[in-house]
């Protein structure tokens, strides 16, 4: 009897620390969270991803899928993300993304999806959490992009030419780790995931506001050739240069 008490008092305690958790979860503005079983169904979500989503409350989230909620590109490449990690048992960490926002405009994400083992089998998947963190609130401060800025300026001054961590760390005057450390706390990204977010912005740029070809645009931006710079930009974005071009065009008439 004492041992089903003691049971009964640490389920509650678990269950009240669960929804402690979600009711701070929900608190962070531009944090995306979420819970999916295994056939990728929402089961959980905070209030930022309902704005995300562009629906008005929970209950128009859970239980529903990516392919209900999201255009098609991100749909599959959110279940894609999603596979990897039921298939593999891995984390999926610090996935760079370059997300369309509901009004049009563009925002880097940076998204982790880890799997929840099932209690009976560590060694079985029962679902996964994701959270998805807005870049444009990661910075800690001022003084920490002032400590960076000749990082910033490197980058800037040699996009279009072969830039390595040790480049950065030698501008910066850091070693590669302390580099690494200050980027993160700066940005929220690795060193070269900041490179390759300053060379997709470019590109990005130069294909909204000019004619240049896009074998052009890849070469001023720093990728090896078109071919390279379609590859990773249709993996940030699910766009290809040729389709993102469209639609900025579309969107700006």
Known sequence: MTSAVGRH???DGILWAQTEV???IDLLVDVMFCMKDTESRYLVVNHAFVRRAGRNSKRDVVGQRAADLFSAPLAERYEEQDRRVFTTGRPLRDELELIRR????LGWYVTTKLPV??????RQVRGLVSISRDLRTTSSGEGHVRALRSVVEYVRAHLSETIRVSHLAAAAGLSQSQLERR???AFGLSAMQYVLRARVELAAELLSDSD???AEVAVMAGFYDQSDLTKRFARLTN???AQ???LQRNISR
């Open 9 to 11: 008092a640490r389920a």
């Open 22 to 24: 979600l009711d701070l």
């Open 102 to 105: 509901e009004d049009g405009g």
């Open 117 to 122: 083992p099932a209690d009976d089998d560590p």
């Open 183 to 185: 980027m993160r706390n």
């Open 212 to 214: 240049l070809a896009i």
């Open 239 to 241: 766009e290809t240069p």
């Open 244 to 246: 993102f071009r469209d």
